[in-house]
């Protein structure tokens, strides 16, 4: 797979303050890629230079195997965390300006927005201001104006911000689907959970450097524990748990159950899960085994913590 963006140590300071030191990130082309970090890490200014609002103090940008150029600015597609809608303009109005900003023609700006407005269902929307819409209803004004010129790069700066969960799944929809077309996907968000669902390769900013970066799938292999959820259905709980704590690391848990059994954390070293499950069958009747894979969150919390 070949990147559809490279940044190579990158610096950029204001005044004493480093906002970034040299961060280098590589992002595969036709990914989701999940930019995270704690407020303050540096990602918004990541994301100002990528789209050339303010430029690096060193190090450079490759768009699509070539170094980014002022002109690019039509195959990246930027919707910012603070929205940048001109409250007392016409819906319709802003959106054809915006369009033709990125290059569109006027009629290939009215074919898109129209097939965007049905599809958001926004029809009715065209000679309404910005000013007379929810957040919500705005912030899919924002999205269509970010997207209707088919980026190749999409740049996402929290996108459910403002939205009712139905719309924030109906944009979440629409943003894995523009992802099967082809565009990729820079995502940042402090929404874990979004996160998991969307993302294939993520990266870690944590004041002004980069901790994290890889496949989604590779990153949380490095942070397993090998630890296991065990449910079990015995005679005498107290009895079991002791005897499992002389042999392994416990501890209770929880998780959602129909049955009343006990419910243990374990940490393997060096038993294999094939031993310990045999083992916990010679104790009663396993309801519940499963490896417990650490969240984007856990990990998140366990890098910025420590």
Aim: charged share 25%; with cysteine; aromatic share 8%.
């Amino acid at each position: 797979m070949s990147n559809i963006l490279e940044v190579h140590k990158v610096v950029k300071q204001y005044g004493d303050y480093t906002a970034l030191n040299e961060v280098s990130l590589t992002i595969p082309k036709g990914s989701i890629y999940g930019l995270l970090g704690p407020n303050g890490a540096g990602k918004t200014s990541l994301i100002r230079i990528i789209n050339q609002i303010t430029m690096p103090d060193s190090g450079e940008i490759i768009l699509d195997g070539q170094l980014l150029k002022p002109e690019d600015v039509q195959y990246i597609g930027y919707m910012p965390e603070e929205r940048g809608l001109y409250k007392s303009m016409k819906v319709g109005e802003q959106c054809l300006y915006l369009a033709q900003l990125k290059g569109l023609s006027k009629s290939d700006a009215k074919k898109q927005l129209k097939y965007w407005f049905e599809r958001l269902e926004i029809q009715g929307w065209w000679d309404k201001k910005i000013q007379e819409l929810s957040k919500g209803m705005a912030q899919k004004i924002q999205f269509v104006v970010t997207v209707l010129h088919k980026p190749k790069l999409l740049i996402l700066d929290e996108p459910f911000s403002g939205f009712d969960p139905v719309n924030a799944n109906l944009i979440k929809d629409e943003i894995i689907e523009l992802n099967k077309q082809g565009t990729s996907v820079i995502f940042s968000t402090h929404r874990m959970e979004s996160v998991e669902e969307m993302c294939d390769h993520i990266a870690l900013i944590h004041k002004s450097n980069k901790l994290i970066e890889g496949k989604l799938s590779d990153v949380k292999k490095q942070f397993r524990t090998n630890s296991y959820e065990v449910g079990i259905l015995c005679d005498n709980n107290e009895s079991v748990m002791q005897e499992l704590s002389q042999k392994f690391k416990v501890n209770p848990t929880d998780f959602n159950s129909l049955n009343e059994e006990l419910k243990l954390e374990i940490q393997l070293d060096s038993t294999s899960q094939n031993d310990l499950l045999q083992l916990l069958l010679q104790k009663g009747q396993v309801t519940h085994f499963v490896e417990k894979i650490p969240s984007v969150n856990d990990i998140f919390i366990k890098t910025v913590t420590e």
